[in-house]
């Protein structure tokens, strides 16, 4: 597997030093650029597999600049903010970043970022559909996985934890499929550092609670001995 | 009508000033008309009657003087009127003259000069107005001649439709004043409202109108706006600006901890205070920038957001209830929303070291169903003189509050400027003041109305 390549965009001479040798000791190519201009020449030059892109770039609204890059291509992108606005996030995500990420962030956050945002963005490669910015619709709700956002069919936004957030794409991602306890008390480790028996039965019981709010049942079963099974047909696109 | 509430409304403000003033000048000036038209008139209708009467009594004097004794009193009874009756006696004393009348009996001696002979005596009766004249006249025999003279009705009566004449116009030109005078003032009320707003909104120049000392005073007020708002804006500019560029070179400074080699300890200290520098930060960047106030309101269900703040905090660890209803859907602008009730959890966990939200759906009378969100602790509350004080941006309570304080001071700073872009409110008690008992702990109050229609939320504030 070759090296993949990421473009980084930062105007700020050692900042874009710091940031590339932080994604070069993690085995990336960078190419780096400090304008919009020679952000396209480096486009055109080889192929990027991702763009990390600072906002504030002068010259250039990083959100122009975005969109721009969308309508070019489908590069993914993460966003590097000095605003760490909810609604700058929100922007950028909309106008089609993959991620954002606010200043000042560790060299771990970043590669993480980096990481998630191209195993989406490669478990895509063949598939028509662009799934990097999805959604999945079951018996009226609505799941928007870049904004990691849940709606009841009456539209409302239902506010979910990260781990309850991570627990739902994980019975979407297994409809009607019994999932083990094994995994699920996995990714309960991973987010809250705490992987006993109960943990998942509370999270999968929070869970519950949010989806029977609007009436109706909540379609998660308890299979005995084994797990749970997310038992609701999911819609994707 | 207009005045009146007018009056009403203003109290004893400018308004109400000028129209008493101008109440005292019309009164005064009525007063004095009154009095000077009524003399007037009296001299001219006395003028009438003393004519009449001064005639009455030449002719009566000389009737009875050519009548024979035995003849008067038959003769009194045929000359009476209904106003002037006599009445004739052999002798007696003259009757005592009434100085009061003395200008009577001058003016009626100046008529009719040949009764000067006659020892005219005038007295009143009664009334000095309404009463009759009474008198008496000496005939050439020294028998004497006593008369009564009735005055007429019609100086009462006249006086009565006089007097609506003389307050009507009076009357009319109150009004009219008062509206001329509202007119007049009303760029001054319109000053008063803006004066109020100034520095809370967008700059608005008050239109200069009204004379000239208004003009001016607007026209000095508009330039003092002004100055105000350039100079909030400045403070906004220069804040954001720090906050903006203190961010890369913060970013710099944690990148460049990963690559030096260091003790471990001194690494993790210096991360926590970049982390902090970071903190202080985004809390600055969020207080100017009015996080998500400018993004639209959705609809979002107030109970799973609470429930999910108060599980996050549990999941770290914390001591944090929720009690309340399992959904409660609402139209609020989200993420403004979410940081103030983050906020206040956030504080009551860390100065009371617990947190209980109790969310309730009122339903109030009139001005239609409310949410109700209490966030408690049971740490040590605040000093009560101090509670006004922490909603200020930039205040913090240290000492009173016993432990180090994080951040800025604007936690609540932001919790109020997001309440009250919902149209909210917000209160902040000691738990001992509001149940009456000695409770410790601080209680956050927040009351939004509970928009459930998506029109009617588009322009709200």
Known sequence: ?237 | MILKRTLGGVSLGLLGRIILILVAVMATEFVTNTYLFDRASQFALQEDEVERMAEHLVVAHRLFDQAAPQERTPLAEQIRTERFSVRWSPAGPPMAPSYELNTLRTQILESEPELVATGLALHVHGLPRGGPIEGSMTLTDGSRLSFSVSQGHGFWSLTYSRLIGLVAPTLVLLVLGGLLIRHTLRPLSVLMRETGRVGTDEHRPVPEAGPSEIRKLIHAFNAMQLRIHRLIALRTQALAAVGHDLRTPLARLKLRLETIPMEERARAAMERDVQEMDDLLRSLQVYLGGEGRTMPPERIDLAAMAMTLIDTARDEGKDAVYDGPETLEMIVRPVAVRRALANLIDNALHYGGNARLVLRRLEEGGQGPVAQIAIEDDGPGIAPDRIEEVLQPFVRLDSARGRNTRGMGLGLAIVADAVRAEGGTLELANKASATGEGGKGLRALIRLPIVEKDPARAERS
């Open chain 1, 1 to 237: 597997m070759t090296a993949q390549t990421i473009l980084l965009v930062e105007d700020d001479p050692s900042l874009r030093l710091l940031t590339a040798r932080a994604m070069q000791e993690h085995g990336y190519r960078v190419r780096s650029a400090a304008t919009a201009p020679e952000m396209w020449i480096a486009m055109e030059n080889e192929k990027v597999d991702l763009v990390v892109l600072d906002i504030m770039l002068p010259g250039t609204n990083g959100i122009d600049l975005c969109r721009q890059i969308r309508r070019e291509s489908d590069v993914p992108i993460i966003f590097i903010s000095a605003r760490a606005s909810e609604a700058d996030r929100v922007l950028g995500l909309e106008l089609g970043a993959d991620d954002y990420l606010a200043k000042p962030f560790s060299s771990r956050e970043l590669i993480a970022r980096i990481r998630a945002v191209l195993r989406r963005g490669g478990a895509i490669d063949g598939r028509e559909e662009d799934s990097r910015r999805n959604e999945a619709r079951f018996e009226g709700w609505t799941v928007n996985f870049s904004r990691r956002e849940l709606r009841s069919p009456t539209g409302a936004i239902i506010d979910l934890t990260g781990a309850e957030f991570d627990l739902l794409a994980t019975f979407i991602g297994q409809p009607q499929r019994v999932i083990g306890r094994e995994r699920l008390i996995e990714l309960t480790r991973t987010r809250l550092g705490d992987s006993s028996d109960r943990s998942i039965d509370v999270l999968v019981s929070r869970l519950r609670r949010k989806l029977a709010a609007a009436g109706g049942n909540p379609p998660i079963t308890t299979v005995r001995g084994v797990g749970y099974m997310f038992n609701a047909e999911v819609l994707r696109g």
